[in-house]
């Protein structure tokens, strides 16, 4: 299989590492010193599952270079993906399928904007990983799973046979029944964290042991709960539930990527988490003042960052 990796960070450098490992046609594109670093010594990939080398890597920053990939998988973050669609509108055939394996809730929508729809999978991703070093990976914890499926959840021929092709690359991944509900249940986790993280700037466990902010936690999470049921997505209490328990099961130190990009200054997705709540609570007629708390008070610090 034809495979492009577009963004090729701890989630597209893991997942695309694996596959060209298993003997896929993978081409990663990447930018600047990590591009040059993969060109000269190879992707290497540091894992609690073994550590590899993917030597000769295919590697390249020009999009133009590539043809009629079957597979897209984008390791960008989700700000970043409505700008690669346009790029890939050239490269791409009617059969190409498009993975999103961003964090946020609405990844599919935006490739949609730019794309045919044919074109699009919705999915997401659970691992921790990031790039450590031009040319090296290191997945740390987890792991790591691919969720995806059709947007109308049919359980298609092409989605079965991704499957397939994941597991055989030693990719836990699987085609679930609602593919909304599962992106809901981890975007509700990742968006509840990381902005109080980013402002608390503390881990996920040391936030839940402190009462005040666990109240605070639980609020962020309910009013994402409501505008996900808002929106037809059947996030429901059990769901709830068990984002709570899964949060308070978080170890003291344990931070997500956004909250670590807003900690250290970075361009963070604090617009497509907690300013996507915002958004559209406005639009559906839903109050959510305290993601709005969180989005304005960190805002200022986004725009300080995009400005560097
Ligand atoms: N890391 C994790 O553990 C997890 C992350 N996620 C989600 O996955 C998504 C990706 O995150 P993550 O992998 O951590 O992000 P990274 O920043 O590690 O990876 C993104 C990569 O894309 C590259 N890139 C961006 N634009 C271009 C371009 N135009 N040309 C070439 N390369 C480009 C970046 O290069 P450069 O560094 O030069 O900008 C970077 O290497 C996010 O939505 C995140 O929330 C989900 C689960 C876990
Ligand atoms: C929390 C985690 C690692 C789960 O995959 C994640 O999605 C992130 O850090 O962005």
Not at 16 to 28: I, K, M
Not at 201 to 206: D, L, N, P, S
């Amino acid at each position: 299989m034809k495979i492009l990796i577009y963004g090729t960070g701890g989630v597209g450098g893991y997942f695309g590492g694996r596959l060209a490992q298993a003997g896929h046609d993978v081409t990663f594109i990447a930018r600047n010193a990590h591009l040059k670093a993969i060109k000269e010594n190879g992707l290497r990939v540091n894992s609690i599952n073994g550590d590899f080398v993917i030597q000769p890597a295919k590697a390249t920053d020009d999009i133009s270079e590539i043809e009629r990939p079957d597979l897209v998988i984008l390791g960008l973050k989700s700000w970043q993906i409505k700008d690669a669609a346009k790029k890939l509108k050239s490269i791409i055939t009617e059969e190409t399928m498009i993975l999103p394996l961003q964090n946020g809730a609405d990844n599919m929508e935006k490739l949609q904007e730019v794309i045919s729809k044919k074109n699009v999978l919705a999915g997401l991703c659970k691992i921790y990983s990031k790039k450590e070093e031009p040319g090296l990976i290191n997945h740390f914890y987890l792991e790591p799973e691919i969720i995806f499926g059709e947007m109308d959840n049919e359980k298609s021929d092409r989605a079965l046979k991704l499957n397939e092709i994941f597991n055989d690359a030693g990719i836990k991944a699987m085609v679930p029944d609602d593919i909304y509900k599962a992106i809901w249940k981890k975007f509700a986790f990742i968006a509840t964290v990381s902005g109080l993280g980013g402002l608390t700037r503390v881990g996920i466990g040391k936030m839940w042991q402190d009462d005040y902010l666990q109240e605070i936690l639980k609020k962020t999470g309910l009013e994402i709960q409501a505008i996900a049921q808002a929106k037809g997505v059947d996030f429901n209490e059990e769901d709830v539930a068990q984002l709570f328990q899964f949060i308070s099961g978080q170890e003291m130190t344990t931070t997500a990527s956004t909250q670590r990009d807003i900690m250290e200054g970075r361009p963070s997705e604090l617009e497509n988490f907690n300013g996507y709540i915002v958004e559209q609570g406005k639009k559906l007629g839903i109050e959510t003042p305290v993601n709005e708390f969180i989005y304005r008070a960190l805002l200022p610090m986004e725009k300080e960052a995009r400005r560097s």
